[in-house]
């Protein structure tokens, strides 16, 4: 449950609960009016909105495309620089270098990607 309270009722809550609400914590238990969602006798966390932006209220399909092209996207980051061994002898012979050199090459595009996570 997201702890959107003013200060008057989450004091409410936790005299009726006896116990301290500290940020972080998640309620899993009706309170006084204060009712939860609950699928099946489990309570929901986060608790669903109304918002047709909420993650929870997407369609089964959306939310099946979102986790395939983030699958994809995982893959194609990971695989991508990977991609470069097979074309060394090439890089080789068309930039006049060196294996090393091209090996180094490889290396530096999977620190950029790797990097590029906390810039992003």
């Known amino acids: 449950m997201e702890m959107n309270y003013d200060e008057a009722e989450l ?3 936790e005299q009726e ?20 969602v609950k699928g099946g006798s489990q309570v929901l966390v986060p608790q669903p909105s109304a918002d047709p932006h909420d993650p929870l209220n997407w369609s089964p ?5 979102c986790i395939i092209a ?11 620089p990977l ?14 270098s060196t294996l090393p050199d091209v090996v180094k090459f490889t290396g530096v ?5 790797g990097f590029s996570n906390f810039i992003w």
């Open 83 to 96: 991609a470069l061994a097979p074309m060394f002898g090439y890089y080789i012979e068309d930039f006049n």
């Open 17 to 36: 609960l006896g116990k301290e609400i500290l940020p972080g914590t998640e309620l899993m238990a009706d309170v006084g009016t204060h009712h939860f």
């Open 70 to 80: 983030s699958t994809g996207v995982t893959f194609m980051q990971g695989l991508g």
């Open 11 to 13: 004091h409410a809550i």
């Open 61 to 65: 399909k959306w939310k099946a495309m």
């Open 109 to 113: 595009a999977i620190l950029v990607l």
